[in-house]
């Protein structure tokens, strides 16, 4: 078993940095200076390869893939050729998100779902190795190790899967969350993590946000793109929301959907262990592993607040009416109608 005493976080990979996780954390001082002055430079956001093909983009800090902007951070050319080649099995479970819209959530609530209820690895594993996004550079140290069934997590849009995944029974369960919300989170994830572009103003980083120059690209073609009746039962639909309104009734169709039972008392502590205070001070959670000139929790906490509806609280009526439209026709014709439009 993974131990987290000597997990390297490559996710400093494409840094040429890795250290270990010891008693007190250690990192050189290049890597600061290295990372200031790329945010310092404010990067300018790189072209769209028209060809499709993988190349490196004119920016410093993301890299083009297919047209989508993945941060080099945690992905490079190796570990997307890993994705490209990685065998999904067939009794894999896949969360799939746009960023910023519960990924943790579900790496926190997956494991002991699959496993009758046990929080061990949970609260000894960190998240990016427990459960894996396929596309990170620490797919390929840790997913040979992960026993089955694996819980796995992408933010990969349908059509960049791997092409075992299409041919496997994999089930995947897509979490999709309010886009106004999702926007909100990634404006204070911008402003904390020094791998991602600045982001401006909020007005700036709206317009930003729509127009797709965004790690992993515009959020509509995201929810679209999962939307493929290929997938027919393969795949569970939740949303952000229902999870923060109810998570064991949510809990209960995830377990339904993957034909799974699991004891009262250990959906309990499932529910308990899943709820936003819990997950907020585990140290395996909450990206306090992570140095701080990387992602700067006094600037925000990753887990910020764990609510719904905080955009009410960041965008004027004007705004509002104009990412609404905005979105309204990113979706026309998709017929997907999401419980916050009614709002
Ligand atoms: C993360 O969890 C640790 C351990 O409970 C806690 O001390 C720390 O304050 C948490 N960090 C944040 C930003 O909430």
């Known amino acids: 078993m993974l131990s987290p005493s000597n997990v390297t976080l490559a996710l400093f990979h494409s840094l040429s940095l890795s250290f270990s996780f010891t008693n007190s954390l250690s990192f050189s001082p290049p890597l600061q200076t290295q990372v200031n002055s790329q945010r310092t430079r404010r990067t300018k956001l790189p072209c769209f390869s028209k060809s499709g093909q ?33 065998q999904v099995k067939d009794d894999d479970v896949i969360a799939v998100t746009y960023p910023k819209s519960g990924t943790t959530w579900v790496q926190e609530i997956l494991p002991p779902l699959l496993n009758g209820g046990d929080l061990t690895s949970v609260e000894t594993i960190p998240n990016w190795d427990r459960v894996p996004w396929l596309e990170e550079t620490r797919a390929s140290v840790v997913l040979d190790k992960l ?4 819980a796995l997590v992408s933010h990969m849009p349908y059509n960049l899967m791997p092409s075992s995944f299409f041919k496997s029974k994999a089930k995947v369960i897509y979490v999709a969350r309010n886009p106004k919300d999702v926007l909100v989170s990634s404006f204070h994830f911008h402003q904390m993590a020094s791998f991602l ?22 959020w509509a073609d995201h929810v679209k793109s999962w939307r493929n009746p290929e997938l027919g039962d393969r795949i569970l639909y939740i949303t952000y929301e229902e999870m923060f309104q109810d998570l064991r009734q949510v809990l209960g169709r995830i377990l339904k959907f993957l034909g799974r039972e699991l004891s009262a008392e250990a959906l309990d502590r499932v529910v308990n262990h ?32 764990g609510i719904a509806g905080d955009w009410k609280n960041h965008f004027s009526p004007e705004l509002d009416a104009k990412f609404t439209a ?18």
């Open 54 to 86: 993988q190349r490196m983009a004119n920016s410093n800090l993301y890299l083009d893939y297919h047209g989508l902007l993945l941060p080099k951070i945690a992905h490079t050319e190796e570990s997307l050729n890993y994705l490209q080649n990685f």
């Open 197 to 218: 572009e600045d982001p401006g103003t909020f007005e700036e980083f709206v317009d930003k946000f729509l127009s797709g120059k965004v790690f992993f690209g515009k």
């Open 274 to 305: 899943g709820t936003f205070k819990n997950m907020k001070t585990n140290k395996m959670s909450n990206y306090s592993l992570v140095p701080e000139n990387i992602m700067d929790c006094k600037k925000s906490p990753f887990l910020r607040k």
């Open 147 to 150: 026993h089955s069934p694996r």
């Open 326 to 343: 905005v979105i309204q026709e990113q979706m026309k014709g998709s017929n997907i109608r999401f419980p916050w439009d009614e709002e």
